[in-house]
């Protein structure tokens, strides 16, 4: 059985006393840890940690690389992304999320959450290569059309739901795709859809959620009016979307929560007072494509926040790639060490996809991957991974 040992060991929670020695089987399940020397062990330069979970990701939108320009805004972007992501043919999509699927697993992702409007990812999911927990996403403003939107999910969600897992584990939920294009009704449908499933949903990605939320206006009306949704209905609630949403919901689901871009600390407090399970997830480098912003992230570590972190597509990113978004904190927050971003890479992203019993961590009994990192300190080189088990 392999032995392994490097510089130094992250196993998912913080760094393992130095020296220490990982037995794997064959079938990269971790037999044991122990604190070394052992001269059978074979010895990696820089830092071994176990495999990425990339809580938020859009594998379906991979042929829209480089299609929207950076710095858009949030709602120009969206634009963009539905006027153009029907300009390809099924051939180059599939061809495109392929290669994302195989981008994912080659800087070391062992389970997605995956965002789906469509069924276009039950290719990848026969795969076998990750986990997968598919969100299929729920769209539709307008009040009186929650039924035949809800309807559409539910579809889309049974033929995921029917697909027989092989190795990796395949789950799927029903879920609101962000506060300003779902409607109180659609909410109330989705919410009632299953107890058991974590919701997913973009949130407050741009300054326009809450003002619209808040007193009706700015760009989120302009979007409305692209997608042919007469708004006369909404009544602004007077408070941030997530005060809002959460009222439609019942507090037991376990929730995650992305980009959060501008969320303050008291919509923090307020989910966390509201909420039993609540992972918040960073996209930073999505973040910084479109509305070259970041959130408050000390703000989150003060309240305590669980944070995972996630891609999103490339249709605002220029890679999939975990290590490149802790990257990317680590640049703009220097204060925040390498031992709590790797946690928010590996475990806190797999027990928001509740799958923290296989992977997340080099425990005994998991099977979590390892990975080999280099260059994490040093100065001005982006670090490298490798998939070692
Ligand atoms: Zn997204």
Redesign the pocket.
Same mark, same amino acid.
């Given at each position: 059985m392999p032995l392994l040992t490097a510089d130094k060991i992250h196993n998912g929670h913080s760094w393992l006393p130095s020296g220490s020695v990982i037995e794997v089987s064959d079938g990269g399940v971790i037999l044991s840890i122990t604190n070394g020397p052992n001269e059978n062990a074979a010895f990696y330069e820089g830092v071994l940690a176990p495999g990425f979970v990339n809580t938020?990701c =859009?594998l379906e939108l991979s042929h829209m690389k480089g299609v929207v320009p950076q710095h858009t805004q949030l709602i120009p972007f969206l634009k963009n992304v539905v006027g153009r992501r029907n300009d390809f043919t099924e051939e180059q999509k599939k061809e495109a999320r392929i290669n994302g699927y195989n981008e994912l697993v080659n800087n070391g992702v062992v389970a997605v959450g995956d965002?789906a409007n469509t069924t276009d990812a039950l290719d990848l999911r026969s795969l076998d290569k990750m986990h997968f927990y598919t969100f299929i996403e729920s769209l539709g403003f307008s009040e009186q059309n929650a039924g035949v939107a809800f309807a559409y999910a539910v579809k889309t969600y049974e033929t995921y739901a029917g697909q027989q897992p092989k190795q990796k584990r395949l789950k799927q939920a029903i879920v609101p795709h962000a506060p300003y294009s779902v409607s109180s009704s659609l909410f109330r449908l989705i919410d009632a859809h299953r107890n058991d499933v974590v919701i997913s949903i =973009?949130n407050q990605e741009s300054k326009e959620e809450d003002r619209y939320y808040t007193t009706k206006e700015g760009d989120v009306g302009d979007l409305l009016v692209m997608l042919g949704i007469d708004d006369g209905f909404f009544n602004p609630t007077g408070r941030s979307s997530i005060q809002s949403y959460l009222e439609w919901m019942r507090p037991q689901h376990p929730f995650i929560f992305?980009h959060n871009t501008y969320t303050s600390q008291y919509d923090v407090q307020y989910a966390h007072s509201r909420l039993s399970d609540v992972f918040w997830c960073l996209?930073p480098n999505?973040n910084l494509y479109i509305e070259n912003a970041l959130p408050d992230i000390n703000m989150f570590i003060a309240e305590g926040a669980n944070i995972c972190i996630g891609t999103?597509?490339l249709a605002s990113n220029t890679q999939l790639c975990i290590l490149s978004e802790l990257y990317s904190i680590k640049e703009h927050n220097p204060e925040i060490d390498w031992a709590t971003l790797l946690k928010w890479g590996t475990l806190n992203g797999a027990r928001a996809l509740q799958m923290q019993d296989v992977v997340g961590s080099i425990e005994v009994g998991k099977t979590p991957g390892i990975l080999q990192l280099t260059d994490l300190d040093r100065k001005g080189v982006e670090p490298s991974v490798r998939r070692i088990i």
């Open positions: 938020h =859009h965002i =973009h992305v996209c999505a999103d597509s």
